[in-house]
């Protein structure tokens, strides 16, 4: 059972472009979590979802960022018109159906912007 | 507000020598307990987890740490420590409903001595 996989592990962006990353939870794992680490600012929630649903997005910034997890095909956290701040670590975490007790992560993406 | 502090933000030991790492959280009821590990450039490793029962709780690698709820405290211990512990340590804390979202202290960053 391959664990939570991330992709890609280092994106280069340059500033307004747009930034995708991919997020394939483990087998049999309908939650997907995002997370954002920020020098100096350790590591922050962005969004809950599950198929299909956003759950909980109350960490997410109002503007350019987006995330979704369809029915088929991995978790897509998308930065539109991406700036420096948004230079970070982006880790993915799944947990299995409710009642699940941990979330397992994934190796994360760097994200940086120049 | 829910929080989590870990007071020290860098601590070095030598080799062999005992650890403690100390987290206190703040939180409306009794979250449930994270360790994770952070190698530099990987991903977030769990160490062990408290949820309920024994308010001593064994990990992975030779941790453990205790639940005591009288100090809102949950601190990692480690009897002897070896080179390859050096890393980042990040306390977490979650509630106990479906959503599972972390809620993550600034970390303690371990230098180990040889």
């Known amino acids: 059972n391959a664990g939570v996989m991330q992709n890609p592990r280092h994106l280069v962006r340059r500033r307004g472009q747009e930034a995708r990353l991919r997020c394939s939870p483990m087998?049999?794992?309908?939650?997907v979590y995002w997370y954002r680490q920020l020098p100096e600012e350790g590591l922050k929630f962005m969004v809950y979802?599950?198929?299909?649903?956003?759950?909980?997005e109350s960490g997410m910034p109002k503007e350019r960022f987006s995330a979704e997890f369809p029915k088929e095909g991995p978790s897509i956290l998308r930065i539109q018109q991406v700036v420096r701040g948004d230079s970070a670590a982006y880790f993915c975490?799944?947990?299995?159906?409710?009642?699940?007790?941990?979330?397992?992560f994934g190796q994360g993406t760097r994200l940086t912007v120049v | 507000a829910q929080s989590v502090t870990q007071p020290d933000i860098h601590i070095t030991v030598s080799e062999g020598a005992s650890l403690e790492l100390r987290c206190n959280y703040s939180?409306?009821?009794?979250?449930?307990l994270f360790w994770y590990v952070q190698s530099p450039g990987q991903g977030l490793q769990l160490l062990l987890k408290?949820?309920?029962?024994d308010t001593l709780v064994q990990g992975i690698k030779g941790f453990e740490a205790e639940f005591k709820r009288s100090q809102s405290s949950f601190n990692l211990r480690k009897p002897s420590v070896h080179w390859s512990d050096a890393a980042e340590y990040f306390c977490?804390?979650?509630?106990?409903?479906?959503?599972?979202?972390?809620?993550w202290g600034l970390g303690t960053s371990l230098a180990v001595n040889p």
């Open positions: 975490a799944s947990s299995p159906n409710s009642g699940g007790t941990e979330a397992f």
């Open positions: 087998k049999g794992h309908s939650h």
């Open positions: 979802l599950q198929k299909e649903n956003i759950i909980d």
């Open positions: 939180y409306g009821a009794t979250p449930y």
């Open positions: 408290y949820f309920s029962g």
């Open positions: 977490a804390v979650a509630g106990a409903g479906n959503n599972r979202k972390l809620i």
